[in-house]
């Protein structure tokens, strides 16, 4: 019951941060993008090194 609560009020809270503030949510999503592309590429580096 609270995982669903926590999940709706989440999503809520996603569009409302979107709509209010569009130019702060996008920046807030081009660093968690950012951060995931860093990622990806340590782990190709990784594996690019541990094959060669």
């Given at each position: 019951?609270i995982?669903?609560?926590?999940?709706?009020?989440g999503?809520?809270?996603?569009i409302?941060?979107?709509?209010f503030?569009?130019?702060s949510a996008?920046?807030v999503?081009k660093?968690i993008?950012?951060g995931?592309?860093?990622?990806?590429?340590?782990f190709?580096d990784?594996f690019?090194?541990?094959?060669?």
């Amino acid at each position: 019951m609270i995982k669903k609560i926590m999940t709706w009020g989440g999503i809520a809270f996603l569009i409302f941060f979107i709509a209010f503030r569009p130019d702060s949510a996008a920046s807030v999503f081009k660093s968690i993008g950012g951060g995931i592309m860093d990622i990806a590429q340590g782990f190709g580096d990784f594996f690019t090194s541990l094959v060669a």
